[in-house]
């Protein structure tokens, strides 16, 4: 499945710095990932570091599937609020995930302090509004709930949220503790401490995921990789049978403008709201805006780039009808698919059916808070430790199937 198209921006601010050997012989590991995005690069990390043995075998390229396509947003705060998982799971489980969630993004601001590279990760807040007049009791409600349980979140009126952003929507949340993030550079910066950790990666190397069995695995060139744990780190690639009644594949736009002279709005604040679906945009280093939205219940890219160029340019009026005052010009323009699921949770854990299978899919739109969060549980699971959140996040859970 062919995961986006158009023009991206991220593989083009660097090249990439790893070049790795395609697998040409069998051979044995401890643990193999198979996937080379953000998930394979963070659980790579967690587990050798750890000490144990790790093997990443990417089909294509490391850091060049759906990670190339990631607009870099990173937020604790989920696409589903709190408080409808409150509804949905209840309380407990409900506060529990989104500590997960907090919990992850301290992780990964500890992850990037020990890379060498600058991976243009820098910590912001989050501007989340209402889209109308109908949604400001919904935030209301939002906040209670994140102001109860302690989350690092703020309430914001609509003369608050002029004066402070020059943002004219009803009202919004500011939660802190977000960061955004280059998604290339960070993979490229962490595959590279990885090597030095003993990792061994493989690249242009597809594995035979029709035919999983217990402890081995296939190339589709016939060479077998017998391994103690097999972890799936695929992202939208496929649809595995775990899961097929519980997840469906969209399609979303993104664009990269063309550096502005000045910073664009106050604080440089990621910025998304409550409408769905919904736009979400952010800045750069160099002042660059990056955006994304539109969201399709479609399970295949769009080749025709003047159509996605049409899109980018529907994005580019949302957010000029926000700040009319800024000039944007679109410099990349792409769209790519991406997973959600029926319950509005990432599928992390054992295979129902295979114990030594492991997914970690971050479905919905914290897919890197979902994959670190994801690798600590994983860690967990494979050394027989008891995790806090591993029961919310499983693939079998009860939740989330579809009729």
């Excluded at 643990?31 to 043995?53: D, F, K, P, R, W």
């Excluded at 609509?158 to 960061?179: F, H, Q, V």
């Excluded at 994801?374 to 995790?387: M, S, Y």
């Amino acid at each position: 499945m062919k995961l986006h198209s158009g023009d991206l921006y991220w593989n083009k601010t660097m090249d990439a710095n790893s070049k790795f050997d395609k697998i040409t012989k069998s051979f044995h590991t401890e643990i193999l990932i198979v996937g080379g995005g953000m998930s394979a690069a963070l659980t790579a990390h967690v587990l050798a570091a750890n000490g144990m043995e790790v093997t990443v075998v990417e089909r294509h390229r490391i850091g060049e599937g759906s990670s190339a396509a990631n607009t870099g947003l990173l937020q604790y705060t989920s696409d589903k609020m709190l408080s409808d998982f409150v509804d949905d799971i209840g309380e407990e489980q409900a506060v529990l995930f989104y500590k997960m969630c907090l919990n992850a993004m301290k992780h990964l601001d500890s992850i990037n302090a020990q890379l060498s590279d600058d991976t243009e990760y820098i910590n912001k807040d989050s501007i989340y509004y209402a889209s109308s007049d109908e949604d400001v009791q919904k935030l209301k409600v939002e906040f209670e709930y994140l102001k109860k349980y302690q989350f690092p979140v703020e309430f914001l009126t609509n003369e608050e949220l002029i004066k402070r952003y020059s943002i004219d929507k009803p009202c919004a949340i500011k939660t802190c503790g977000d960061a955004e993030v280059n998604p290339f550079k960070f993979i490229q910066a962490l595959t590279q401490m990885n090597d030095e950790l003993g990792v061994r990666y493989y690249e242009h190397t597809e594995i035979d995921l029709d035919n999983l069995i217990e402890n081995k695995v296939f190339t589709i060139d016939g060479h077998s990789i017998t391994c103690e744990h097999l972890i799936l780190t695929t992202g939208y690639v496929k649809q595995y049978p775990a899961i097929h009644n519980k997840s469906k594949i969209n399609r979303t736009y993104a664009f990269c403008s063309k550096p502005l002279s000045s910073s664009p709005w106050k604080d440089e604040v990621m910025i998304w709201e409550t409408k769905n679906p919904y736009l979400y945009f952010r800045t750069t280093k160099d002042h660059r805006i990056i955006a994304g939205g539109l969201d399709e219940e479609i399970d295949y890219v769009e080749e025709n780039q003047n159509f996605i160029l049409a899109k980018a340019n529907d994005i580019k009026n949302q957010i000029q009808s926000i700040f009319p005052e800024i000039d944007i010009e679109i410099s990349y323009a792409w769209n790519a698919l991406f997973g959600s699921s029926v319950d509005g949770l990432p599928f992390i854990g054992r295979d129902p059916q295979m114990k030594s299978v492991y997914y970690l899919l971050g479905y919905e739109g914290n897919g890197t808070c979902y994959s670190m969060a994801g690798a600590l549980i994983l860690n967990d699971l494979i050394n027989n430790k008891k995790n806090p959140y591993e029961d919310i996040v499983k693939v079998n859970r009860k939740k989330g199937v579809q009729n």
